[in-house]
């Protein structure tokens, strides 16, 4: 299985940017998705995930309010809508997948497979 990440850019404090995590095999209903995001000089972080089903979401407090997790079945995809988006968001942004339900949604090693990462630079 193989996660295909796209989206970020170079974008001003208060715009919006939506990222799309892709999986190669299976149906998105069957993964537990995830965002993590890793800034310079720091861990990686969990941000949000999308449940094994899409019954629930989970946000970190800081993005909540501003980002959106979605699933599109027909492109087998998960989407973030990152709006008003804040220097504070700067970092390398990461999808992660499992198959299945997880009781800890927030831990690194925890995800099978992850994409490459894409940048996501917020200008103040």
């Known amino acids: 299985v193989q996660i295909s990440q796209s989206g970020g850019g170079s974008l001003e404090t208060g715009s919006s940017v939506t990222l799309s995590c892709a999986v190669s095999e299976g149906s998105i209903a069957s993964y537990t998705v995830a965002w993590f995001r890793q800034a310079p000089g720091k861990e990686r972080e969990f941000v949000c995930s999308?449940?094994?089903?899409?019954?629930?979401?989970h946000y970190i407090e800081s993005v909540k309010e501003r980002f959106t997790l979605a699933r599109d079945n027909f492109k087998n995809a998960v989407s973030l809508e990152m709006n008003p988006l804040k220097p504070e968001d700067t970092a390398v942004y990461y999808c992660?997948?499992?198959?299945?339900?997880?009781?800890?949604?927030?831990?690194?090693?925890?995800?099978?497979?992850w994409g490459q990462g894409t940048q996501v630079t917020v200008s103040s």
């Open positions: 992660a997948a499992t198959l299945g339900p997880l009781e800890s949604d927030t831990a690194v090693d925890r995800y099978d497979v």
């Open positions: 999308t449940r094994w089903g899409g019954a629930s979401t």
